[in-house]
């Protein structure tokens, strides 16, 4: 009982220790992609194959609660926001069931809500399936209130039996129809309670098209997708057109080719109105099998938009939006920057030197444990690395003045092509003394499709290129 009592206080201890560290509110000034995202309580925002719905001035956003261990069902997550740059926890909205569809050892993918403006319910879809993908299925749930417990009614129905289709959005037209859309280019409207469906308007517009979302800008219809590669990223394309029933116009590619749609796949476009300015916010997600919880980030960009045309020229990795004018800008990280040569920064086990043709360099080690720390003073680090087809998970720890590990992530730094960009950046911290340790996990993101086809990481590596230091 000594013992109990002793690891139970040490463990209590822990926990303060770790809540006096941390600064306690969301500070973030800026949206910035590819990193992990921490939400009011310091955790992990895991919300992913999202959407985000606006109700009473606040930006509610849906997504998979995802877990490390497997792929299967673990709920489906809400956290609420005023600027879109910081999160708080509300509820685990869908929980694992008993039984059925979305029970134990189950799928459950996709998660996309809209309120119903005949009813003023808030009807969640999604994709429900088995371990295998091999009974897809589109279910809903309802909630009388946004941020509280849907109520899983099944699969959605048309003319009386079950939509059949994995990959799925919703999307609501000015008229507040509501409609679904699937894989492959099918796009159904439902019916006046958003409860079923009464009519297919479009039947497999295009084939492998996965992760669809669709939005309208000026009388115009864009609808996004994505190839078939499993949970690696791809260029995604789009099509147009003046009316939901076609025809559809393939507009190609809309972001530069080979750049993998920033290294991210689509989920949803969200519509930000203002007084002066609309804002298209793309939502895509940068998976990271089979980390998905703890590594996996988002990729959200403002889309450009000209003459019947969106595109994503260029990465942005921090800007901001007005939610009031709807404008959005470019925002800069400032802090001290940190070079890898820096003679304070300590280097354990095998690290090399890496320069590549287009004049990326960094320091990278595959040798598992090998780390680098690096002692600071401040309220947050962030960290640089770049991204390779050889690159592998690194765990990152911060500890405190008394040596205690207060935060401890893994980051995912694989890519297909090389890629140079902030891999990390901690939540606020209260000012003080703290240590960052960055260690090779030895570990690399490998899977494989329906098909067998194989995909992933080459090896384990991780890289390091310089540090950010907010005080």
Request: net charge positive.
């Amino acid at each position: 009982m000594f013992i109990n009592m002793r690891a139970e206080s040490f463990i209590l201890l822990l926990l303060f220790g770790l809540n006096i560290s941390l600064a306690g509110k969301n500070e973030n000034k800026s949206i910035i992609s590819g990193v992990p995202w921490f939400d009011n309580n310091g955790k992990i925002v895991s919300a992913h194959g999202a959407c985000i719905v606006k109700e009473k001035g606040l930006f509610y956003l849906f997504g998979e609660f995802k877990k490390d261990s497997s792929n299967t069902f673990n709920g489906f997550s809400c956290y609420s926001s005023k600027d879109l740059c910081n999160w708080k926890f509300e509820n685990t909205v869908l929980q694992v069931q008993d039984s059925g569809r979305l029970g134990s050892n189950r799928v459950g993918e996709r998660v996309k809500v809209m309120k119903c403006p005949s009813t003023g319910q808030f009807v969640m879809y999604m994709h429900t399936d088995d371990a295998r993908y091999k009974d897809p299925c589109v279910g809903y749930a309802t909630c009388d209130k946004i941020n509280g417990d849907y109520i899983f009614k099944g699969p959605l129905l048309f003319n009386g039996k079950p939509i059949k289709k994995w990959d799925m959005g919703v999307f609501q037209d000015d008229d507040e129809t509501g409609y679904l859309i699937t894989h492959s280019g099918n796009l159904f409207r439902l019916n006046n309670d958003y409860k079923g469906v009464t009519k297919q308007v479009v039947k497999n517009m295009t084939g492998k098209c996965e992760a669809p979302a669709i939005f309208k800008k000026d009388g115009i219809y864009y609808w996004l997708g994505s190839d078939l590669t499993s949970w690696e990223r791809n260029d995604n394309y789009y099509f147009t057109a003046t009316s939901l029933n076609g025809p559809w116009e393939s507009k190609g590619l809309f972001a530069p080719e080979g750049k993998l749609t920033w290294n991210s796949q689509s989920t949803y476009v969200l519509s930000i109105c203002g007084t002066k300015d609309t804002t298209y916010m793309f939502m895509g997600d940068r998976w990271a099998f089979p980390r998905q919880n703890s590594s996996a980030t988002y990729v959200w960009q403002p889309l450009e938009m000209s003459d019947g045309q969106m595109s994503l020229p260029t990465f942005i990795q921090s800007w901001k939006i007005n939610a009031v004018t709807g404008e959005s800008f470019v925002v800069e990280l400032d802090g001290d920057i940190i070079e890898e040569s820096n003679k304070k920064i300590k280097y354990k086990g095998t690290w090399e030197n890496q320069l590549l043709n287009d004049n990326i360099s960094d320091i990278r080690s595959n040798n598992k444990g090998a780390s680098i720390s690096y002692n600071f003073k401040g309220t947050r680090i962030g960290l640089y690395g770049v991204a390779r087809p050889t690159n592998g998970y690194a765990l990152v720890e911060i500890q405190n003045s008394k040596g205690e590990i207060i935060l401890s992530n893994t980051i995912d730094m694989y890519c297909k092509y090389p890629e140079s960009s902030l891999k990390y950046l901690s939540p606020v911290l209260k000012r003080g003394k703290y240590k960052l340790v960055v260690s090779v996990l030895g570990e690399k993101g490998n899977w494989a499709d329906k098909k067998k086809n194989y995909f992933g990481s080459a090896d384990s590596y991780v890289s390091f290129d310089k540090m950010l230091i907010v005080k």
